[in-house]
Each structure stands twice: as C-alpha cells, then as structure tokens.
C-alpha cells in the first residue's frame, strides 16, 4: 500500500536560511508525488508535482524537491526562508490505482527573525 | 476560474442536529473529493465521485455521513445527527481526472465544523 512518512512534525529555522521538509514514501507502483502547502484557516495549494519527467522538481515561491529513487525520499528544499513560508507543508502520494491521494501528518513550518 | 468554492466556511451547531456542507467544484473537472481534516487523524478521504456518481466511499466514518452530487456543478456532504467528535474541518477538491498532467487535485478554502 502507498504511504508516506514526514519526518519532523514541526521545524524552525532563520529568515534567510535553508528550508528542509522531509518526505519518504512506500509505493507498490511508479509514484505521483506531490507537496502542498497550507496556510492558516486556508485550503491546500500546490507546490509541486512529480511525474518521473524529472527527478528535480521545481514549484511555485521558490520551492523544489528532488526524487530519489533509491531512498524512497521526495525532499522539499528552498534555499532562503522567508517569513512568508511559515504554514503547514503536506507530501502525498497518489495510492495504487491513482485514484487517492495519500497525505502525510504534515510539518509546520516556522520562521524566525 | 474561481476555484473550489466551499460553504458555509464555519459551521457550529449542536449535537443531534444536522449539518449540511456544500461545495461547487472547479468548472470541467470530472471528480470531486471530500476529506476531513482532524489534529488526531490528519487529512483522511472520505468520498470521491467521477462524474457525479460516487465512485469511493470508504472512507465515510459512518452511516450517518452522506453524500450527493446531484450535477457537476454542486455536492454536499450531510451528518444527520451530528457528533461532538465531528468536529473538524472538512475539505472539497476537485480534478480533471486521475492520470498524467490532469490529477492534480484543487482544494476549497474548508468549512470549519463545531459540534457541541
């Protein structure tokens, strides 16, 4: 069964530090990956989306992530945090029959002066 | 587009009421997704239709949930009665469809649900 594990249910880093979110996965098929973002007393918005087109993700704010296969990991990166960014960020996996999606337990993200 | 548009987006009501939630999916999108979102359970799928009729419905809690899309333009989703442990926000999303570029699923703003 797909699944996916977010290491690190809260994380606090710098204004203008690197933001690292961590996502792994379990997957019984090629994988749709995918991270959205949700901020307070909003609905999820997408970041991005893996498709196998490219290992390396690019999405929306800055935001990337990069599959690799052989660690089941689907990490979310921004190179400088802004105080914008802070908001709960959710993985999800498409299950099987890429009919569901699957969430994570999310990560809250906090940024600091 | 507008978006997926969700109402009410706060709902507070007594046990043993019923509790209507609604949702207008993105235009031209073919399915349409319920979740729930608690602080215990996280994001959990509670239904999905494609082309208005319900394809999944595993993930209802129970008999005293349902749901209806009656046109492609409108869903609700009912509790009757309504619980205390209800509580909490419930999300409609839409799609083009399941596979490649058209899955990617767009999310409503939520209706925050209290049952006391």
């Known amino acids: 069964a797909q699944s996916v594990t977010q290491l690190g249910s809260h994380v606090s880093v710098s204004e203008g530090a690197l933001v690292l979110l961590r996502c792994n996965y379990s997957s019984s098929v090629p994988p749709y990956l995918f991270w959205y973002v949700q901020y307070p007393n909003q609905g999820l918005q997408l970041l991005l989306k893996?498709?196998?087109?490219?290992?390396l993700v690019k999405g929306i704010n800055g935001f990337e992530a990069e599959f690799k296969k052989s660690e089941t990991s689907f990490h979310l990166t921004k190179p400088s945090a802004h105080m914008s960014d802070a908001a709960e960020y959710f993985c999800?996996?498409?299950?099987?029959?890429?009919?569901?999606?699957?969430f994570g337990a999310g990560t809250r993200l906090a940024v600091h002066p | 587009d507008a978006g997926v548009i969700q109402s009410p987006r706060h709902e507070v009501t007594e046990m043993g009421q019923e509790v209507t939630l609604r949702c207008k999916p993105i235009s031209g999108h073919d399915y349409l997704f319920w979740y729930r979102q608690t602080m215990m359970r996280g994001l959990e799928l509670l239904i999905y239709f494609n082309n208005n009729v319900p394809i999944d419905d595993s993930g209802m809690p129970e008999d005293r949930f349902s749901a209806k899309m009656p046109n492609a333009s409108f869903s609700t989703l009912k509790i009757q009665p309504s619980e205390p442990r209800d509580s909490a926000v419930y999300f409609c999303?839409?799609?083009?469809?399941?596979?490649?570029?058209?899955?990617?699923?767009?999310f409503g703003a939520g209706t925050r649900l209290s049952v006391l």
């Open positions: 999303a839409s799609s083009l469809g399941l596979a490649g570029g058209r899955n990617i699923q767009y």
């Open positions: 999800a996996v498409l299950s099987g029959g890429y009919n569901k999606l699957i």
């Open positions: 893996y498709t196998s087109a490219a290992t």
